[in-house]
């Protein structure tokens, strides 16, 4: 079974995350960056199944910056039989459209039985990208799952869906995404980082992969605006003298909030 | 009948499991007749009993579509029923919740149509060029506008983000005939419909929210939180911590990944306010935090913060509010 994880490079959510009010990027110098912790977490999914299965091949597949090899390289470290990253100064700033076909590409070259991908990323949280690939890719997508079984042949699950939850299965090749029900992941041991740096690491282009960016075939979504808006500010703050739940009452009453 | 209007906008109206439309039908219908008329796309067995609901909400023109699918098969068969509808109607934007099901249908859609997607849009408008979506990014800390190169754009919308309703139009029904596009999909093994049982306020689009966190202690001690939420006629949230503690079901959760929402007045108990939830919340008009640690990061962003035990301001606030009531 060769099992393809999605795994994207974002700003790390515990530090300020900026955008570049010229180019209307992330800016990357701004913050520090992380493999995203659902990304992780999807790798998690597969590497529990490949410690039972030995005949399980794990991919991390990224499409990033080359400066985001060493975070796609942590996957390597957490376990991974091999990496593969998607560099082309095409994809600066690529929308949704774009990267769905870019990674597609990339799945062609590289070959699947399951993607596992994140429910939604924490940069982009556009929670779009599994079922557009699997569009593209022609196969099932089982996406938002809170858990998942892997078998012979297909893959089932249960759902997050807006009403409640369903039971899903796909028949393989499928495309697979997980939300943060799924357990956290392991971290990467002193074996495996030494181990990572032998495995191998692929650069591809989206001339490899056989992805035209400029094509006008496809419509492209743009940023045409961007603005900051002011940080808010801290209130009033009081301690606790045994009446600021009378207080609190007064607050809320007087602004119309009770 | 195939006299679409130039400026159609196409919406596509989620329906809940048992056959009834969302609460999200209201805002999109709202947001497309801002831009344009809408037409709205009920894909669901007896989808022409909700066609009245429908025109109620805004919708000039309603099509109605049971592809043979439907139910059995994940996403795929919305996504024809979408692809022929805008096929029909040749519409200048199309609009969908943002919901899980809506988004991936959008998903599909675009990528087969090849139409650029805007995702988690707060509000459309329009210029020389076309429909624009607006959003808001990174917890709220910016806004960014989008439009496409070419075309109509796919735009999901955010639940419980657009305050502005259409006036209600005449019922005007259409069956869509769908055909299959046989694209490979997930099937439905079976569907667990949670059942509302709360009279209380759904979170995403609430006026008020009540959210508590780790600080709670245990799931019998969040009852607190249901306590204050009903005195202010408020939904209930939470933090992750909370969720991961099994205080509460996953659909609580407020922030980066869970529910964003903006409401007038949210309230944090027991909350320490870390980053990814306050991009969950902090574009609510009025922050109410009450923690015991002084130094707990909610209160950098509090328009009044109580540094104090909840397990005792809330309890006399709750009596103060029912005091004033009676
Ligand atoms: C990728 C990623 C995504 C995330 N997404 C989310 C998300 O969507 N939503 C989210 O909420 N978190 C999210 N988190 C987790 C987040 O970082 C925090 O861990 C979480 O928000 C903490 O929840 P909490 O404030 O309830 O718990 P804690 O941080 O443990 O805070 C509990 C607070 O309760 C106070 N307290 C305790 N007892 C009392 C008392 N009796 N009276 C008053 N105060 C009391 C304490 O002083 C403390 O400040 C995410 C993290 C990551 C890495
Ligand atoms: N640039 C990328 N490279 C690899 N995987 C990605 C990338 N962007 C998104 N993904 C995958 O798609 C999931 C959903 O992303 P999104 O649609 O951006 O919320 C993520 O959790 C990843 O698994």
């Not at chain 1, 790798?43 to 975070?71: I, R």
């Not at chain 1, 692929?202 to 605006?225: C, F, K, W």
């Amino acid at each position: 079974m060769k099992i393809v994880v999605l795994v994207k490079e974002v700003p790390d959510t515990y530090g300020d995350r900026k955008l570049n009010l010229e180019t209307g990027l992330a800016d990357r110098a701004a913050s520090d960056t992380v493999l995203d912790e659902i990304g992780e977490r999807a790798l998690e999914v597969a590497l529990s199944y490949a410690d039972g299965h030995a005949d399980t091949e794990v991919v991390v597949l990224s499409m990033s910056p080359e400066a985001a090899a060493a975070t796609v390289r942590k996957g390597l470290a957490m376990g991974a039989s091999s990496a593969v990253q998607l560099v082309d100064e095409a994809l600066v700033g690529a929308d949704l459209g774009l990267t769905a076909e870019a990674l597609a590409g990339a799945l062609q070259h590289i070959g699947y039985d399951l993607v596992i991908a994140g429910n939604e990323s924490t940069d982009g949280s556009g929670g779009v990208l599994p079922a557009m690939i699997a569009e593209l890719l022609d196969v099932p997508n089982a996406t938002s799952l809170n858990s998942v079984e892997i078998a012979e042949g297909e893959v089932r699950g249960e759902r997050a869906s807006d009403h409640g939850t369903m039971q899903v299965t796909a028949t393989l090749p499928a495309v697979i995404s997980i939300t943060e029900r799924l357990p956290d992941a392991r971290f990467p041991n002193f074996k495996g980082i030494m181990a990572a740096k032998k495995k191998p690491f692929e650069t591809l282009s989206l001339a490899e992969v056989g992805v035209d960016a400029e094509t006008t075939e496809a419509s492209r979504s743009i940023m045409i605006s961007l603005a900051e808006k002011p940080p808010r500010t801290a209130g009033t703050k009081i301690v606790d003298e045994g009446d600021a739940g009378e207080r609190l009452a007064e607050y809320l009453v007087q602004n119309r909030l009770a | 009948m195939t006299d679409y209007p130039a400026d159609s906008i196409l919406v596509l109206l989620d329906t809940t499991p048992s056959g009834a439309l969302t609460k999200s039908a209201a805002g999109l219908l709202g947001a497309a007749a801002g831009v344009g008329t809408p037409v709205a796309l009920i894909v669901a067995a007896g989808g022409e009993q909700l066609a009245s609901d429908a025109a109620a909400l805004g919708a000039a023109r309603v099509l109605v579509a049971e592809p043979t699918e439907l139910g059995a098969q994940l996403t795929v068969p919305v996504a024809d029923a979408l692809a022929a509808a805008a096929e029909l109607v040749r519409p200048d934007a199309v609009l969908v919740s943002n919901s899980i099901e809506g988004r991936e249908i959008a998903a599909r859609f675009a990528a087969r149509s090849r139409s650029g997607l805007a995702v988690d849009a707060v509000g459309v408008s329009r210029d020389a060029e076309g429909v624009i979506a607006h959003h808001s990014v990174y917890g709220g800390a910016y806004n960014v506008d989008s439009a496409v190169t070419w075309g109509a754009p796919v735009i999901t919308v955010r639940e419980g983000a657009i305050d502005a309703r259409a006036e209600a139009q005449p019922v005007s029904i259409e069956r869509l005939e769908v055909a299959a596009s046989a694209r490979r999909a997930a099937v439905i093994d079976s569907v667990d419909e949670a059942v509302v049982t709360s009279s209380r306020p759904e979170l995403r689009g609430a006026a008020k929210v009540v959210s508590g966190g780790r600080g709670l202690g245990s799931e019998e001690q969040f009852a607190l939180v249901d306590q204050l939420a009903d005195v202010l006629g408020a939904a209930v949230g939470a933090s992750r911590a909370a969720v991961d503690a099994g205080y509460v079901p996953q659909s609580y959760q407020v922030g980066q990944t869970g529910v964003s929402v903006s409401p007038q007045l949210y309230i944090a108990l027991g909350i320490s306010g870390a980053i990814q939830h306050r991009a969950g919340m902090q574009t609510a008009k009025t922050i109410v935090a009450i923690n015991k640690d002084a130094d707990a990061p909610i209160f950098e962003i509090a328009d009044f913060g109580i540094v104090g035990d909840l397990f005792t301001v809330v309890p006399q606030l709750i009596a103060a509010l029912e005091a004033r009531k009676a």
